[in-house]
């Protein structure tokens, strides 16, 4: 059905100005975001069909060149998505204080958590704090073609030394859901700790992330 064809009070931007828009689904907010249909579909259409295809969480992270292959959406429909999901993003980054003190796990995942916002590949960061636990540093290393990623020892270490920095914060994501430590994890973290602590730099904590859940390995008993 045509949104000209629907009763007043279903069409999307009328049922957000009367209702607001947290009355509207998934679908409707992103017909809104999209604005037109195509010969074949109308809006709201084309919203479903893409939302029951891949989800919000997987358009979120399609580059230009992904978005631009599905059927209906080109050029105009692609940049507009960007666009909205840049800001959302740059939205949930601004809500970080970088002059905070990290004192705890929660501390931690309120500074990091807007960089994994819809991530659906791994990710590891650090963060680099001085005496007092303010961050001083973070870096983010990815591979968003890969189901993992290796602790970059090295560039860890060069990082540390040059910020002078007291300690780090290890953090990385589990996109499967489970956010338990695997062996990888606690051997790499085990032989980063000891590394650090030759150089009199203290591993803090690594704080694993998953859905919205976050689980400490220092609470887990698995750091000096």
Same mark, same amino acid.
């Given at each position: 059905?045509?949104?000209?064809? $629907?009763?007043?009070? @279903?069409?999307?931007?009328?049922?957000?100005? =009367?209702?607001?828009?947290?009355?509207?689904?998934?679908?409707?907010?992103? =017909?809104?975001?999209?604005? +037109?249909? /195509?010969?074949?579909? +109308?809006?709201?259409?084309? +919203?479903?069909?893409?939302?029951?295809? *891949?989800?919000?969480?997987?358009?979120?992270?399609?580059?230009?060149?992904?978005?631009?292959?599905?059927?209906?959406?080109?050029? =105009?429909?692609? /940049?507009?998505? $960007?666009?909205?999901?840049? &800001?959302?993003?740059?939205?949930?980054?601004? @809500?970080? #204080?970088?002059?905070? !003190?990290?004192?705890?796990?929660?501390?931690? *995942?309120?500074?990091?958590?807007?960089?994994?916002?819809? &991530?659906?590949?791994?990710?590891?960061?650090?963060?680099?704090?001085? %005496?007092? %636990?303010?961050?001083?540093? *973070?870096?983010?290393?990815?591979?968003?073609? +890969?189901?993992?990623? /290796?602790? !970059?020892?090295?560039?860890?270490?060069?990082? =540390?030394? $040059? #910020?002078?920095?007291?300690?780090?914060?290890?953090?990385?994501?589990? !996109?499967?859901?489970?956010?338990?430590?695997?062996?990888?994890?606690?051997?790499?973290?085990?032989?980063?700790?000891?590394?650090?602590?030759?150089?009199?730099?203290?591993?803090?904590?690594?704080?694993?992330?998953?859905?919205?859940?976050?689980?400490?390995?220092? @609470? *887990?008993?698995?750091?000096?």
């Amino acid at each position: 059905m045509k949104i000209k064809e $629907m009763n007043e009070e @279903e069409k999307p931007r009328e049922k957000l100005l =009367a209702n607001g828009v947290k009355a509207l689904t998934d679908s409707e907010l992103l =017909a809104i975001m999209l604005g +037109s249909g /195509t010969k074949e579909e +109308s809006v709201l259409e084309l +919203s479903s069909r893409l939302i029951n295809k *891949y989800g919000l969480s997987k358009l979120f992270n399609m580059s230009f060149d992904e978005l631009s292959k599905i059927k209906g959406i080109k050029e =105009a429909k692609a /940049t507009k998505l $960007m666009s909205a999901f840049e &800001i959302a993003r740059r939205c949930i980054k601004e @809500e970080r #204080n970088i002059k905070k !003190p990290l004192l705890c796990k929660e501390d931690v *995942y309120d500074f990091i958590k807007g960089e994994y916002a819809f &991530i659906n590949y791994e990710m590891l960061s650090v963060v680099y704090v001085n %005496c007092k %636990c303010v961050p001083i540093e *973070y870096k983010t290393y990815s591979n968003s073609l +890969s189901h993992s990623v /290796t602790i !970059p020892y090295r560039e860890i270490i060069n990082e =540390a030394i $040059m #910020n002078k920095c007291y300690g780090i914060f290890l953090i990385h994501n589990h !996109p499967t859901g489970d956010n338990n430590p695997s062996k990888e994890d606690i051997e790499s973290t085990e032989e980063l700790e000891e590394i650090l602590i030759r150089l009199n730099i203290i591993l803090l904590d690594h704080i694993i992330l998953s859905n919205g859940n976050y689980l400490s390995l220092n @609470e *887990y008993g698995l750091l000096k």
